[in-house]
């Protein structure tokens, strides 16, 4: 052929390893002083392949190329305006939102009321985008937990805010006397004892009017669902925010972010993420730069009444009930 066209989205996730929960630096820097790993991922290896396991065939080519030759598709269809605004952090904001000349009241219509354990708004018809805390319980910070011998995290707060807005989701979905299909939901987080954790408690549920799937977000790379949850699990005492983490790759965040259609609700600790540098690249030359991604998003979303804490969604007696149980693991504190 005389012509060869490329599409993809260098925005995305890069190569990853280890149960699809490290980066290829993160699993060089715990294997380099193992000595029972039968072929270690070392750091000399990743200094010298670091192009090929950090970036995509796709990223390279587009950077590279002569601008007469390369063109970047800005307009978007799949999300509310409300989650794309979140997204275009990611993309220099270029995205620009192809159903914004055809809104109706059904477009992009998640058409929840749920209200606060206090009674006043809390997720509403004309908010598609919000931001739950798990900092803190009644007054107590609250932690990651590990599982002996696991190099994962989960968050025992952060599933069962999850698991109170299903039930109630279930309910009000149950009622719609239109409803002719279940609603699709993505739960995603950033790792597999989370997803386990969450799997398990679903099963004690029996949901019909929500069809809930729950997965790493590598394993939602290229799906959409009309509403996604993502738990972003991460709350350490002393955080190290390094640039190069799991959770500051800006790929990851995005895609995690953009698989929703008309609901986005992230579910993370505030004191945590605020504070986290991500580290980024210009979209057309690939200059890094280094922005405060999720300060930016959380401050959007309290300035549009979308941010909420946990006492706002847990009751007293719910919240009471997770705490004795995380006595025993540590992942609270007075």
Do not use: C
């Not at 805390?133 to 009644?138: F, G, N, V």
């Not at 995005?254 to 991500?278: C, H, I, T």
């Not at 210009?282 to 909420?308: C, H, P, S, V």
């Amino acid at each position: 052929g005389r012509k060869i066209v490329l599409v993809g989205d260098h925005r995305q996730l890069p190569p990853l390893f280890n149960e699809h929960e490290k980066t290829y630096l993160e699993v060089a820097e715990q294997q380099e002083d193992m000595d029972d790993v039968l072929v270690p991922l070392t750091m000399a290896d990743f200094i010298k392949y670091k192009d090929m396991v950090t970036a995509s065939l796709f990223e390279r080519y587009f950077e590279n190329a002569e601008d007469n030759i390369k063109e970047t598709l800005t307009y978007q269809y799949r999300m509310h305006s409300d989650i794309m605004d979140i997204i275009n952090i990611f993309y220099d904001k270029h995205l620009r939102d192809g159903n914004e000349d055809n809104y109706t009241y059904d477009t992009k219509a998640h058409y929840l009321d749920i209200r606060s354990t206090s009674g006043t708004e809390m997720i509403i018809p004309d908010r598609h985008a919000y931001w739950f805390d798990s900092s803190e319980l009644l007054g107590e910070k609250i932690y990651e937990q590990r599982k002996p011998g696991s190099t994962s995290a989960e968050n025992l707060v952060e599933a069962e805010i999850i698991m109170e807005l299903l039930r109630k989701m279930e309910l009000q979905y149950a009622n719609k006397k239109d409803r002719t299909r279940p609603v699709s939901i993505g739960v995603i987080s950033f790792y597999y004892d989370q997803v386990a954790l969450i799997r398990q408690m679903l099963r004690e549920e029996s949901f019909h009017a929500i069809d809930v799937e729950v997965n790493t977000v590598d394993r939602f790379q290229g799906k959409e669902k009309e509403i996604i949850f993502v738990s972003l699990v991460r709350n350490v005492r002393k955080a190290a925010h390094n640039v190069d983490s799991h959770i500051a790759a800006f790929q990851r965040i995005n895609v995690a972010f953009s698989r929703a259609q008309n609901l986005l609700v992230v579910v993370g600790a505030k004191d945590m993420y605020a504070e986290q540098p991500v580290k980024i690249t210009d979209m057309n030359n690939g200059e890094e730069k280094i922005i405060m991604a999720y300060k930016d998003i959380i401050e959007m979303l309290d300035q549009r009444g979308t941010y909420f804490t946990s006492d706002e969604i847990l009751s007293d007696i719910k919240a009471y009930d997770i705490l004795q149980r995380l006595n025993g693991t540590g992942g609270s504190e007075a």
